[in-house]
């Protein structure tokens, strides 16, 4: 069965920075688009960044040149380097795997969501 577990998120202040990873088991992370998105209560969720199988990494106009999306194939993980974080960064953060190399906003695997809030 396909599983993806969430971890690093946490309390920090404006400014400061946070990783987060991504463990995936049941199938390899070489092979698929990956992505993460986050959700803030009462709001529909939203994309932060993806990675294709080969490469194209994008990100949301929030994101861009703050966060860094990355993968190890070989640990079978996914990343989110997230420096210079803001109040409105706080949400819960998920990754999230789809079935095809590229990234198509098809997503069939999700996991259970690690919090992130910045606060002064």
């Not at 309390?11 to 991504?22: A, I, Q, T």
């Not at 463990?23 to 993460?36: D, I, K, L, P, V």
């Not at 703050?66 to 420096?83: A, E, G, V, Y």
């Not at 990754?95 to 990234?103: S, V």
Request: hydrophobic letters at 30%.
């Amino acid at each position: 069965q396909v599983q993806l577990a969430e971890s690093g998120g946490g309390l920090v202040h404006p400014g400061e920075s946070l990783r987060l990873s991504c463990q995936m088991s049941g199938r390899a992370t070489r092979y698929y688009c990956m992505g993460w998105f986050r959700q803030v209560s009462g709001q529909e969720r939203e994309e932060v960044a993806t990675m294709g199988a080969y490469g194209n990494n994008k990100y949301s106009d929030a994101a861009k040149g703050r966060f860094t999306i990355s993968r190890d194939n070989n640990k079978n993980t996914l990343h989110l380097q997230m420096n210079s974080l803001k109040p409105d960064d706080t949400a819960v953060y998920y990754c999230a795997a789809a079935t095809a190399a590229y990234c198509s906003n098809a997503w069939s695997y999700w996991g259970q969501g690690t919090q992130v809030t910045v606060s002064s």
